[in-house]
Nanobody, 127 residues
Framework: QVQLVESGGDSVQAGGSLKLSCSASAYYTYSYYFMGWFRQAPGKEREAVAAICTGNGRTYYSDSVKGRFTMSRDDAKKTVYLQMNNLKPEDSAMYYC???????????????????WGQGTQVTVSS
């Protein structure tokens, strides 16, 4: 069982920045282990935002956040981060951290690829 604890959600104005953190109880610096960020707005499906391989640092970003969001990791702290810049109202959602073993990189954007999920942290962006 892997426990994930997210933090950093808040309410900000459009154009602002936030940094989300996710600490994991289990963290492996081997290939194919990924930690990802997903978000879900009311009435919408959960969607992938970004992911990082905790082994080699390979990242994935959805088209909607590419160039604005950056994912990073601190292996010593067993923590990954999501730096979100130039936030837009459409970024408002509950953000979830996820953990999974994903050999096929093409699957890192799929919710079914992740075995463990955090409780979520709310991000609200006002115009």
């Amino acid at each position: 069982q892997v426990q994930l604890v997210e933090s950093g959600g808040d309410s900000v104005q459009a154009g602002g920045s936030l940094k989300l953190s996710c600490s994991a109880s289990a963290y492996y610096t081997y290939s194919y282990y990924f930690m990802g960020w997903f978000r879900q707005a009311p009435g919408k499906e959960r969607e992938a935002v970004a992911a990082i391989c905790t082994g080699n640092g390979r990242t994935y970003y959805s088209d909607s956040v590419k160039g604005r969001f950056t994912m990073s990791r601190d292996d010593a702290k067993k923590t990954v981060y999501l730096q979100m810049n130039n936030l837009k109202p459409e970024d408002s959602a509950m953000y979830y951290c996820a953990w999974g073993f994903i050999p096929d990189y093409r699957q890192v954007r799929e919710t079914r690829s992740y075995n463990y999920w955090g409780q979520g942290t709310q991000v609200t962006v006002s115009s």
